[in-house]
């Protein structure tokens, strides 16, 4: 029952031939080796440098210098410098339960499993068959249709009936095994540059999944930060409109004693209706953004979030990471995605050259064939075959060729949008650090201005008090200080937001994730 020793040998020798192809790694590799684009000689975000340090202000929460460290590594929680502990909780429950991150995570094995499977083309492939046919054949074709004898000594001929010459029909089982071996040598490169345009795909996929993690946890901060400003926005608001409500209750008192004029009442009543008409907007803003909250740790819209956030709960950051622009390329998600696709978009060039140049394929088989499965490995029911083939397209109606020169255009445009990518990488740091030295000024002034009006209203409190000055004088002063406070809540949260989005900016830390092995943005990629 042992099979017989010739055909084994052919089959293990095509095997071994097979192996000996798969580890040729000195072949050549048609099309271009990918270069990592240099850095754009840039040495800062403007035409002059930058202060070192933002303004200040010491008369206001979030008031404080911030400070421009260069070369400060950014932590991946950064989040966490703000010192708030409900946002901190919010941005790891949105990390860990939005379903942006699975769907990402998701993308990046996908993209991992499809270089899996086209690495499979290195190796051979190894088939196995198993046939069973039941067949008769009609008497009269019996002498010339009928398999006649087989390897393994049966005979399956046509039996004579007694009217000769007239045979009778004849039926038989047929089992047949085979094993195929077929490998096709990457030569030329076909497959390596396949390969690397797929993993190239796979890190790109990898870089989305860290941005998807920068904008959410950036996402998150924005949004606990609009929600602080907005209610501090409503609070003075109300009191805006409580101290206009008191304002119209005197006029109209007066107007009946005849100290107030229907005009006195009518200019006052407009006032109070303007400034009611502020308070709807914010409530809305208020809600959209609970709402958003909400979404983005994957609530449904009836499950609140038990946290809340208020500007007294935050705390501005005083030491900002600073990082250079050559680093930055390394750093931004967007960036290192670009020079990823620039990497896929030269390996098609390979690929497209490959598929014009000759295409060469090795099969080998091993087959039995009996009219009882038992007798399959029988001596003399076997067979083997071997095959090599070349093909070189010759003419396809110039339809590979226009496709190298599309891969060709491919790469250039790949090219391009690396060098705006890394612009728009420039400009949004910059942008960012402008912002920054803006809303320092402006929170400054705000708070400057808080101060006098709250100056204004404390005396005329007094000169009340003492009947130096009416109730309305009063309340006047008072929604000129309530209007000031808006203003110095939304220099604040200006403050907060471009802070955190100068983080968002610069990388987001990403390389410090805990499930990265890259541990820095400057380590050789594969």
């Not at 989305?208 to 924005?222: E, P």
């Not at 622009?325 to 620039?342: C, F």
Request: hydrophobic share 40%.
């Amino acid at each position: 029952m042992t099979p017989s020793p010739k055909p084994l040998a052919i089959c293990l020798t095509a095997l071994a031939v097979a192996a000996l192809l798969t580890s040729c790694a000195h072949l050549p590799w048609v099309g271009p080796n990918f270069q990592k684009p240099d850095a754009p000689k840039a040495d800062g975000y403007a035409p002059s440098p930058f202060p070192a340090e933002t303004s200040s202000t010491t008369n206001t929460a979030g008031g404080e210098a911030q400070r421009f460290v260069s070369g400060k590594d950014i932590p991946f929680e950064w989040w966490k410098s703000f010192d708030c502990p409900q946002l901190n909780t919010l941005v790891e429950d949105a990390l860990r339960k939005n379903y942006s991150i699975t769907a990402a995570w998701a993308a990046v094995r996908q993209a991992q499993e499809f270089v899996y499977a086209q690495q499979g083309a290195y190796y051979p492939t190894l088939d196995a068959d198993y046939n069973v046919t039941r067949q008769q054949i009609a008497g009269n074709v019996a002498n010339t249709s009928s398999p006649g004898y087989q390897g393994n000594g049966t005979s399956i001929l046509p039996l004579q009936s007694p009217n000769p010459p007239y045979t009778s029909e004849i039926t038989w089982t047929m089992h047949v095994a085979s094993l195929m071996v077929g490998y096709t040598p990457d030569i030329f490169g076909l497959n390596r540059r396949t390969v690397e345009s797929l993993e190239a795909q796979k890190e790109m996929q990898r870089f989305a999944l860290d941005a998807a993690y920068i904008t959410l946890a950036s996402t998150v901060v924005a949004t606990g930060i609009q929600e602080a400003s907005t209610r501090s926005q409503i609070d003075a608001t109300e009191k805006i409109i409580a101290a206009n409500t008191k304002a119209l209750d005197i006029l109209r008192s007066q107007r009946k004693l005849g100290y107030a004029s229907d005009l006195d009442v009518d200019g006052q009543e407009a006032a109070l209706e303007q400034a009611q008409q502020l308070l709807p907007p914010l409530q809305k803003q208020l809600e959209q953004t609970r709402d958003l909250i909400r979404a983005l740790v994957d609530n449904l819209p009836g499950e609140d979030v038990e946290e809340t956030f208020r500007l007294s709960s935050l705390h501005l950051p005083k030491d900002l990471p600073f990082s250079l622009p050559s680093t930055i390329i390394r750093q931004r998600p967007d960036v290192r995605a670009a020079e990823e696709q620039m990497r896929s978009a030269n390996a098609q060039v390979g690929v497209a050259i490959a598929n014009r140049l000759p295409l060469v394929s090795i099969t080998g088989g091993l087959s039995a064939t009996a009219t009882t499965f038992s007798q399959l490995f029988n001596y003399g029911s076997g067979g083997w075959s071997l095959a090599g083939d070349i093909s070189q397209p010759i003419f396809q109606g110039f339809t590979l060729l226009h496709r190298q020169r599309a891969a060709n255009q491919a790469l250039i445009q790949a090219a391009a949008e690396y060098r705006s990518t890394v612009i728009s990488a420039y400009q949004n740091v910059a942008d960012t650090l402008h912002a920054l030295q803006s809303d320092a000024d402006a929170l400054k002034a705000a708070a400057a201005s808080e101060h006098t009006a709250k100056h204004a209203f404390d005396l005329t409190t007094r000169q009340y008090q003492t009947g130096y000055a009416n109730l309305l004088t009063l309340l006047g002063t008072e929604e000129t200080y309530d209007q000031a406070v808006i203003a110095t809540a939304q220099a604040q949260a200006n403050r907060y937001a471009d802070t955190a989005a100068l983080f968002e900016a610069l990388g987001g830390g990403w390389w410090n994730r805990a499930d990265l092995a890259e541990k820095a943005p400057g380590t050789a990629q594969k």
